[in-house]
């Protein structure tokens, strides 16, 4: 590719485009977390004045159950001392920097991070523009790399600080490029794997990677005197070995305690989490989670080894629950499993850091189950974040997908809500257990259309058991949080109802094809249905009143424009929350 061609989504229409959609997505997104106060100028017209009062934005909105500022893009304009303006999404900040709480420190890296994030929409904008109707016709995998938002909430959430445009183009998920990954041996003397149950590692190995390969690593080492039996092998993130591991452990390489084995033979796509992999060379083998030193939305996304150990315990003891749980079992929940999990400790840098430091998550990768042989006779997948997912012309995904299963709206919805909603309330109310449910950790199984059931994946990381009193295996100890009782209901109010049920209740109403209120009485009938199911647990249901008139508003953004570098104290997550104020609870009337 030539220099030249690498920087050839760069047009200046397109960048124009994306500046637009990003302020749009600005002015909505701060507006809800209340950083902005749009002040109303006549029927749905309303301006944003800067830090100095000189410049306004005017806009016309329509304003939305949970406070959602639905935002004409095309309405958007900027003045200054009388004149017209263009939108310019880096100036959008500057002007508006004290408002937002951005430091000194803080504003340049969060600019650099909107700069990668504009730059990656010009590419989105320079892919054929696919519509809805024919992308929820796609496979699992055209899905995955066909979304173009991202996070919903997050206004910088294409930050993947670290890339340069050559690895922008190889590696990120909407640019689908095959990727082999790197394998490493590491030594056993500072390594270790661990897996669920029924798994040895030689086995294990042999069937990812294939005989001729492990043959052909265990070659390279013995040509080095290397005796394979003291090694263990690791797939790594192609960046992560150009651009870290051949410096920060250049040691380990020099003393053979690491060694290069090369490429393997299957090839890769990234999924929307950026360091996940599915083996697009054949599907049914295990997705391949890597440890990739890029700061983007707010963490550096390493792998911690010492995490790892457990990783495998917790998603068997998961997949146990569930599989024991009639009221999970039947809305056909499953997870992908984390199966089997290695890392390799560098020691000196452990003696030099705390166990949350980025220098101890550099080389770690997992293994998670595909949910593809699972799938049964005219089943199909897509990630969850695809119902969020609009097309060029402003048709939904979610829209699409009503249409195609030929199922009224209504029921439409009731169908998906029991897939993925009653599991999040019932593991809540049953067993204080709370997942991050967000549009990327969800795989939805269709048929025709619509959703037969839900997958949960990204277990060991992202879930928590919130009670002080619950009986956990050692293995899983590490699950128990500790948090205050009127934040418990967060998980559902914030993760589920502002950060995924806003925007998708949002985009169907402006479709016409569900209104706001026949959305949030379907989730509140789900809702009721579900608690008259297990009426054992109405002391919990009143305890924790999913009805409550109101509930704390979150902010997600104020946490990522306050640390873009670490959103969130990972010894006290539920500390570090940026509360403002309460939403009125959309289902309250129901």
């Not at 001392?81 to 920097?97: K, N, S």
């Not at 066909?146 to 690895?167: D, K, Q, S, Y």
């Not at 697009?280 to 995490?307: C, D, I, Q, W």
């Not at 390799?344 to 189950?369: C, G, N, V």
């Amino acid at each position: 590719m030539t220099l030249t061609a690498t920087v050839a989504h760069l047009s200046p229409e397109r960048w124009e485009q994306a500046n637009r959609l990003l302020v749009r997505k600005a002015l909505a997104e701060f507006a809800h977390e209340r950083l902005i106060t749009p002040e109303a100028t006549a029927e749905n017209g309303y301006v944003v004045r800067s830090d100095d009062g000189l410049t306004r934005y005017r806009f016309t909105a329509t304003r939305r159950a949970l406070d959602h500022w639905q935002i004409d893009t095309d309405s958007i304009t900027r003045h200054r001392d009388g004149t017209e303006l263009p939108l310019a999404a880096l100036d959008f900040f500057i002007e508006l920097r004290a408002a937002l709480g951005l430091s000194d420190e803080i504003l340049p890296v969060y600019l650099e991070e909107i700069s990668s994030t504009l730059s990656g929409t010009c590419y989105k904008l320079s892919k054929p523009q696919i519509p809805a109707a024919e992308l929820v016709k796609s496979s699992f995998q055209d899905i995955e790399t066909g979304m173009t938002e991202g996070h919903p909430c997050f206004v910088a959430n294409n930050g993947r600080l670290g890339f340069g445009i050559r690895e922008y183009l190889s590696y990120a998920p909407e640019t689908a490029s095959p990727v082999r990954l790197v394998w490493l041996a590491a030594h056993r003397s500072r390594a270790a794997f661990t897996a669920g149950v029924g798994i040895e590692y030689e086995t294990f190995v042999r069937e990812e990677l294939g005989e001729g390969t492990v043959e052909r690593f265990h070659g390279i080492l013995r040509e080095q005197d290397l005796d394979p039996a003291d090694y263990l092998l690791i797939p790594v993130h192609p960046w992560q070995w150009w651009n870290k591991l051949t410096v920060t452990f250049a040691a380990e390489i020099a003393r053979r305690h690491l060694v290069c084995l090369g490429e393997g033979d299957d090839e890769y796509l990234a999924q929307q989490s950026i360091r996940t992999f599915f083996n697009s060379s054949h599907p049914e083998k295990h997705y391949v989670k890597t440890a990739l030193s890029v700061l983007n939305m707010g963490f550096m996304r390493g792998l911690s080894a010492a995490y790892m150990e457990a990783t495998p315990a917790i998603n068997d003891w998961l997949a146990g629950l569930i599989e024991g749980d009639p009221v999970l079992k039947s809305t056909g929940l499953s997870i992908i499993r984390e199966r089997a999990a290695v890392g390799y400790r560098h020691l000196e840098y452990e003696k030099a850091t705390d166990r949350y430091s980025p220098y101890r998550k550099m080389l770690a990768a997992l293994w998670r189950e595909s949910p593809v042989p699972g799938l049964r006779d005219g089943e199909s997948l897509a990630t969850m974040a695809s119902l969020l997912h609009v097309d060029h012309e402003g048709a939904s995904f979610a829209g699409a997908l009503i249409e195609q299963s030929g199922l009224a709206p209504t029921e439409w919805l009731r169908h998906y809500l029991r897939a993925y909603f009653t599991p999040l309330l019932h593991s809540f109310y049953a067993y204080d257990l709370v997942y991050m449910p967000h549009g990327e950790n969800v795989i939805l199984v269709l048929k025709d259309g619509a959703v037969q059931r839900a997958i949960y994946k990204d277990i060991a990381e992202e879930i928590a058991v919130m009670d002080p009193d619950a009986v956990l295996p050692p293995t899983v100890e590490r699950l128990r949080v500790d948090v205050p009782e009127d934040k418990k209901l967060l998980s559902i109010f914030t993760d589920v109802f502002d950060c995924f049920f806003r925007f998708l209740a949002a985009n169907l109403a402006a479709e016409e094809i569900l209104e706001e209120d026949d959305f949030w009485r379907t989730v509140a009938e789900v809702t009721r249905e579900y608690q008259a199911s297990v009426p054992e647990l109405a002391e919990k249901f009143e305890r924790y009143d999913i009805f409550a008139p109101e509930f704390a508003l979150s902010c997600l953004n104020r946490l990522q424009l306050r640390n873009n570098r670490q959103m969130v104290d990972l010894a006290d997550p539920a500390g570090a929350l940026q509360l403002i104020g309460t939403l009125k609870n959309p289902v309250a009337g129901f």
